[in-house]
T-cell receptor
Framework: DTAVSQTPKYLVTQMGNDKSIKCEQN?????MYWYKQDSKKFLKIMFS???????INETVPNRFSPKSPDKAHLNLHINSLELGDSAVYFC?????????????FGPGTRLTVT | KQEVTQIPAALSVPEGENLVLNCSFT??????LQWFRQDPGKGLTSLLL?????REQTSGRLNASLDKSSGRSTLYIAASQPGDSATYLC?????????????FGEGTQLTVNP
């Protein structure tokens, strides 16, 4: 069974559209994260939720809105997509919010905005 | 602000060779350092997590060391195999109890030639 899964794997859309990426983990972890990997391959944290509560909100345009319906799911909704949003978005989870715990990553969603 | 650098950016070695990947960080007040492997088009696989109180961790042919005072970590791969070909990423985390902000390096792209 996949521990951290994301849908869709690929997403191609036009500028100005609104899209969502979904993430689910079956590890029983409390904490989930969204990271963005840009064209230069740098991975940067965007958000983190712990038991459905937002605990990390980095400097990200407010067009990005995460939502956690329960602690096993963390979705990312993006409004008014721009060319610069093209990237690979990774979801991750850890057992607890404490930095003692390893983070486990999903396979990524490659978003292409045309 | 933490910055993580990995050298070299790319490395090509013949099968069977022992090799060392380097990771340096600017802020020595890290809590742990995590090494990941990323295969093309796939997510990140956690390899080793070293807590700040530890000097090294081993898993099979992999050995990771951490020297906080010098701001360096190394990943040693023994008897490399073509299946080891991937991008290796290191990520540093500060001491946090409310979400763990991993700061990633750019990665080292390793190619092991048969």
């Amino acid at each position: 069974d996949t521990a951290v899964s994301q849908t869709p794997k690929y997403l191609v859309t036009q500028m100005g559209n609104d899209k969502s990426i979904k993430c689910e983990q079956n590890l029983g972890h409390d904490t989930m994260y969204w990271y963005k990997q840009d064209s230069k391959k740098f991975l940067k944290i965007m958000f983190s939720y712990n038991n459905k509560e937002l605990i990390i909100n980095e400097t990200v345009p407010n067009r990005f809105s995460p939502k956690s319906p329960d602690k096993a799911h963390l979705n990312l909704h993006i409004n008014s997509l721009e060319l610069g949003d093209s990237a690979v978005y990774f979801c991750a989870s850890s057992r607890r919010a404490d930095s003692s715990y390893e983070q486990y990553f999903g396979p990524g969603t490659r978003l292409t905005v045309t | 602000k933490q910055e993580v650098t990995q050298i070299p950016a790319a490395l090509s070695v013949p099968e069977g060779e022992n090799l060392v990947l380097n990771c340096s960080f600017t802020d020595s007040a890290i809590y742990n350092l995590q090494w990941f492997r990323q295969d093309p088009g796939k997510g990140l696989t956690s390899l080793l997590l070293i807590q700040s109180s530890q000097r090294e961790q081993t898993s099979g042919r992999l050995n990771a060391s951490l020297d906080k005072s010098s701001g360096r970590s190394t990943l040693y791969i023994a008897a490399s195999q073509p299946g080891d070909s991937a991008t290796y990423l290191c990520a540093a985390s500060p001491r946090e109890t409310s979400g763990s902000r991993l700061t990633f390096g750019e990665g080292t792209q390793l190619t092991v030639n048969p």
